[in-house]
């Protein structure tokens, strides 16, 4: 039986934890699987006016086709800043520039290149855990506090039984994002 003084505990745990697989998600989809999609530009930012801002907000991002990224922007000075930002943005992108809007050609992916992508899905699922674990570290330490506050040694017990539970689920769902994610990548 969980005490109604941990259950914020558990709360927060759960939060984090859904954070955590929201955070390595987004990081996946930045992560290619030979087809283009218009995630693709999340990451990269472009100075507009003076402040930096995401491309999606000063063009529109579109995929004619599986191996192409149209990015047309809504005024036409700032092509070359663009340009610069893809470029610079170090995702291994060619843009090529036709006056009106930019196009990204995306190549079809080797068999080297996909077994990179799919160690960094490790990494990315690893990065996950780190977070998973981060999350539980400070949840028994909230126990702890409470047990020196005055929660019986068997409530704290079951408190910290729970997170783990909690924590094994949630690591589990990591485990089945990341295979996921791999044999999408390893399709061709």
Known sequence: MIDESITPILEQLKEGSEKAIAH???EFQKLRAGKATPS????????????????SQVSNISTPDARTIWIQPWEKKLIGDIERSIIN?????????????????????????????????????????????????????????AKKDGLS????????????????SFSKKIDEL???KEKEIMTI
Request: hydrophobic share 35%; charged share 35%; no cysteine.
């Open 89 to 145: 943005s170090n995702l291994g992108y060619n843009p090529m520039n036709d006056g009106e809007r930019i196009i990204i050609s995306i190549p079809p992916l080797t068999e080297e290149r996909r077994k990179q992508l799919v160690k960094s899905v490790k990494g990315e699922g690893e990065n996950g855990k780190i977070s998973l674990r981060n999350v539980r570290r400070d949840a028994m330490e909230q126990i702890k506090k």
């Open 178 to 180: 990341v295979v996921l």
């Open 40 to 55: 693709m530009m999340e990451g990269v930012s472009v100075e507009y006016y003076g402040s930096i801002v995401p491309l």
């Open 24 to 26: 390595m998600n987004q």
């Open 153 to 168: 040694e068997d409530l704290a017990k079951d408190a910290e039984d729970e997170v783990q539970k909690i924590i094994d």
